[in-house]
C-alpha cells in the first residue's frame, strides 16, 4: 500500500499577466497492491482529486482509476479483469501520473480508466503483445460529450474500444517501442480510430522520448473543437468528425544522483476532417507547449523530489474557429512544489 502525494505553489498567467495565484494539492491517491496465490494479483487505486457519483454504464465512480485482478494462467500469459488503464502506446501516457506536471492535450483529454477485460502475451522475454476490450465512457452521452450527441445521431449500443497493443524492448532495454492502435464505435456510424506510438531511450541517466498520437473521431469525444463555440452560436453542438495529432518530445537528464532536469515540448493540431454543422472542413487551432524543470532529491534511492517547473502554452486559431467565437490565449505557469510515493506498509 502507499499514497501518491504531490502538492506545488503555483502562479497562473495569461499573455504575460498574472491571472492568479494559489496552493494546490495537484494528486492525492490511495494505491493498494498484493496478491493471493502465485496466480492472482489484484490492484486498485483510488484519486481523491476528483469524484463524481457512480457512472451509470460501470456503475463506478470516476475517482476509482484501478479496480483489477490479474490472473497469470501461465509463464506466457496473463488475464487482466476489471477497471483498467486503456492500452494506448506512448511514454508520456504510460508513466504514472503523478510523475507528469503537465500533459498533452490529446493524453490530458482522454478518459482512460475503463472497465473491460485484457490478455497480456509474453512472446519472448522482449516482446510482449496486448489484446484488450474496454467500455469507450463511462457515463451516458451527455456526460461525455460536451453537448450530449447531435441531433440524428443514435448512442452505440455497444459502446466498448478494442485495442491492440505491442510493447518492445531492445539493446539491453535501451530502447523501448510502445505502439498501439485502437477502434470503437462511439456511436452509430460515428467510429473512433486511435494510432499511438512511444519511442523510448532511457539508459544511465538519460531518458528521451518522442511519442506520436493520432484520432480520426466520428464523435469529439475530446471535446477541443466543440468548445471552441462562442455566444455567435446561439445552439452550440459536439462537433463530428474530427481529427488529432499529436508530437511530444522530452528529454531527461540526471545530472547528479540528486538532480534531474527536463525540457519537454508538445505540437497538437486539431480540425475537422468533413464538414457538419457549423464545423467546416480543415484546420481549427494548434498548439504548442515548452516546459523545463528541476527536481530535487534529497533523500537517494526514495520517491520524494522538490521541483520547479516553468510551462508555456502558445495557441493558434484559424479562422475556422474564430469564425466560431473561439478564444485561446497563450498561457503561462510556474510551479514550485514537492512530490512523494509515501510507503504505507
Not at 488503464?85 to 506536471?101: F, P, Q, T
Not at 469525444?221 to 495529432?245: C, R
Not at 484546420?283 to 523545463?292: G, K
Request: net charge neutral; glycine share 8%; aromatic share 14%.
Amino acid at each position: 500500500m502507499n499514497l501518491q502525494f504531490s502538492t506545488s505553489g503555483v502562479a497562473n498567467f495569461i499573455e504575460g499577466d498574472l491571472e492568479d495565484a494559489s496552493f494546490k494539492l495537484n494528486r492525492v491517491k490511495l494505491e493498494i497492491l498484493g496478491s493471493f496465490s502465485k496466480q492472482f494479483s489484484y490492484h486498485f487505486r483510488q484519486s481523491f482529486n476528483k469524484y463524481s457519483n457512480p457512472h451509470s454504464l460501470d456503475n463506478l465512480s470516476s475517482s476509482i482509476e484501478y479496480a483489477l485482478v490479474n490472473w497469470k494462467m501461465s509463464d506466457r500469459f496473463t488475464l487482466t479483469v476489471g477497471k483498467q488503464d486503456i492500452a494506448l502506446g506512448g511514454y508520456e501516457y504510460y508513466v504514472n501520473a503523478i510523475k507528469v506536471r503537465e500533459y498533452s492535450e490529446f493524453n490530458d483529454n482522454i478518459s482512460c480508466y475503463q472497465a473491460g477485460v485484457a490478455g497480456r502475451f509474453n512472446l519472448s522475454s522482449t516482446n510482449e503483445l496486448v489484446l484488450q476490450v474496454v467500455n469507450n465512457r463511462s457515463g451516458e452521452n451527455d456526460e461525455t460529450y460536451l453537448y450530449g450527441l447531435p441531433q440524428g445521431v443514435e448512442k452505440a449500443k455497444v459502446p466498448v474500444l478494442s485495442t491492440v497493443n505491442w510493447n518492445g524492448f531492445f539493446f539491453d532495454n535501451a530502447v523501448q517501442l510502445r505502439y498501439a492502435a485502437s477502434y470503437g464505435q462511439l456511436a452509430e456510424g460515428k467510429n473512433l480510430y486511435c494510432f499511438t506510438a512511444g519511442n523510448i531511450y532511457e539508459k544511465g541517466p538519460v531518458i528521451a522520448y518522442i511519442d506520436l498520437m493520432y484520432s480520426r473521431e466520428g464523435l469529439d469525444s475530446k471535446g477541443i473543437i466543440s468548445d471552441l463555440q462562442g455566444p455567435v452560436l446561439m445552439t452550440p453542438s459536439t462537433a463530428q468528425n474530427a481529427e488529432y495529432f499529436t508530437t511530444v518530445v522530452n528529454f531527461d537528464y540526471r545530472i547528479h544522483p540528486n538532480w534531474n532536469l527536463y525540457l519537454k515540448g508538445a505540437y497538437e493540431t486539431a480540425g475537422i476532417y468533413k464538414t457538419n454543422g457549423p464545423f467546416e472542413k480543415g484546420l481549427y487551432r494548434t498548439t504548442w507547449n515548452a516546459q523545463a524543470c528541476v527536481e530535487y532529491f534529497p533523500m537517494r534511492n526514495s520517491e520524494l523530489l522538490i521541483f520547479a517547473h516553468l510551462l508555456y502554452k502558445g495557441y493558434h486559431l484559424t479562422r475556422r474557429a474564430q469564425a466560431l467565437g473561439g478564444m485561446s490565449p497563450d498561457t503561462q505557469r510556474i510551479s514550485i512544489g514537492l512530490v512523494y510515493s509515501i510507503p504505507v506498509f
